[in-house]
Nanobody
Framework: QVQLVESGGGLVQPGGSLRLSCAASGSIFGIYNMGWYRQAPGNERELVASIFSGGMTNYADSVKGRFTISRDNAKNTWYLQMNSLKPEDTAVYYC????????????WGQGTQVTVSS
């Protein structure tokens, strides 16, 4: 089994920065995409950013130029650097991994709360 654990959420003022981390453990072979999603109260869960094994990245239009996704393969960890945070970024952020094993699987972390407020 694969387990994902997020950390780094918290309270920050508008314009501030946070860095989220996701550490993977267990049967971590076969992962081809690592990402971050978020869900605000009353809203659907949405993709924020993802990075493929080859290095290609995707970002939601709302975070382009402000957020950066990166990974450290040696540590089985990926990150979301969030700069110039806005109140509308407030949400629970979930890390995600997609893996090819016997079938295509999705793994999810427990979520970490990000609150952007004055």
């Amino acid at each position: 089994q694969v387990q994902l654990v997020e950390s780094g959420g918290g309270l920050v003022q508008p314009g501030g920065s946070l860095r989220l981390s996701c550490a993977a453990s267990g049967s971590i072979f076969g992962i081809y995409n690592m990402g971050w999603y978020r869900q605000a109260p009353g809203n659907e869960r949405e993709l924020v950013a993802s990075i493929f094994s080859g290095g290609m990245t995707n970002y939601a239009d709302s975070v382009k130029g402000r957020f950066t996704i990166s990974r450290d393969n040696a540590k089985n960890t990926w990150y979301l650097q969030m700069n110039s945070l806005k109140p509308e970024d407030t949400a629970v952020y979930y890390c995600n991994a997609k893996a090819v094993k016997a079938s295509v699987l999705d793994y999810w972390g427990q979520g970490t709360q990000v609150t952007v407020s004055s």
